[in-house]
């Protein structure tokens, strides 16, 4: 028997103005995407920008269904929007935020297991790391540099 220890490291950062610049207006694009969401069931807002190779920013929200699962989370919307907008360009970049209409969103929300598997395909296919920050509606920001370190074991294409 042996055993295998995967770890992560995140980068913490205490609020917005900490960011490269680069990275905080990326991020108020996401913040700006949260509006556009239609989220009347789970009244949580969340919106995905993502920064492109080609300096292109592809935005996204979640989109919701009566028919709850024929939803979708808003970072599948906007990797898939920039996959057929921009098929040859490569993802930099994804900042994710979210609000809920019924309370304060503080804590950094992390992007759910299925928005990981089709974030960390893309990283694959392009063979460069896409860096990943996420936060609620205030408080920190939480940076991973690859979409590969919070999606450990990931189910690839070599898999099949
Ligand atoms: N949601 C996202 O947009 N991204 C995630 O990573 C987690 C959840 C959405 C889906 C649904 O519209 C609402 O948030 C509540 O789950």
Partial sequence: MKELTLSTTFKIYEQLSELPSAVFSLMESAVAARDTAYAPYSKFNVGAAI??????????SNQENAAYPSGLC???????QAG?????????????TAT??????????PPCGACRQS??????????KIELYFMGEEGAIM??????????????????
Avoid: C, W
Wanted: charged letters at 25%; hydrophobic letters at 45%.
């Fill in 51 to 60: 920064l492109l190779d080609n300096n292109k920013v592809v935005i996204g």
């Fill in 74 to 80: 808003a970072e599948r919307v906007a990797i898939f």
């Fill in 84 to 96: 057929a907008l921009y098929p040859n360009a490569k993802i930099k970049t994804i900042a994710i």
């Fill in 100 to 109: 809920s209409q019924n309370h304060k969103v503080s804590l950094p929300i």
């Fill in 119 to 128: 974030m960390a395909e893309y990283e694959s296919r392009q063979n460069e």
């Fill in 143 to 160: 940076k991973s540099e690859s979409l590969a370190d919070i999606l450990p074991l990931m189910f690839e294409k070599s898999h099949l």
